[in-house]
């Protein structure tokens, strides 16, 4: 069973950045594409970022330039460095897996964004 902790949230100024972390276990590491979504207070969850077991990586439209995702194989570890950051970026953000057809979650780490 795959097992996600995600880490790194907090308070930062509009322009600021910060770097989340999501911690992988129970699966190999390097076969899973992991994704970043977030969910804001009243909409739905949207997907920010992917990574394949390739090391491709996807963007949605609205961090594209500004967050970047990267893995590391020997930290077991999905980080999403996000730059530039705006009041509209302030949300939950939950790591994802989906393995044979069963989404996995982690519990998620609040970014709020403002002066």
């Known amino acids: 069973q795959v097992q996600l902790v995600e880490s790194g949230g907090g308070l930062v100024q509009p322009g600021g950045s910060l770097r989340l972390s999501c911690s992988v276990s129970?699966?190999?590491?390097?076969?899973?594409?992991v994704d970043w979504y977030r969910q804001a207070p009243g909409k739905q969850r949207e997907m920010v970022a992917l990574?394949?077991?390739?090391?491709?990586?996807d963007y949605a439209d609205f961090v594209k330039g500004r967050f970047t995702i990267s893995g590391d194989i020997a930290k077991n570890t999905v980080d999403l460095q996000m730059n530039s950051l705006k009041a509209e970026d302030t949300a939950v953000y939950l790591c994802?897996?989906?393995?044979?057809?069963?989404?996995?979650w982690g519990q998620g780490t609040q970014v709020t964004v403002s002066s």
């Open positions: 994802h897996v989906n393995l044979r057809a069963r989404d996995y």
């Open positions: 129970g699966y190999i590491f390097s076969l899973l594409a």
């Open positions: 990574i394949r077991p390739s090391d491709s990586r």
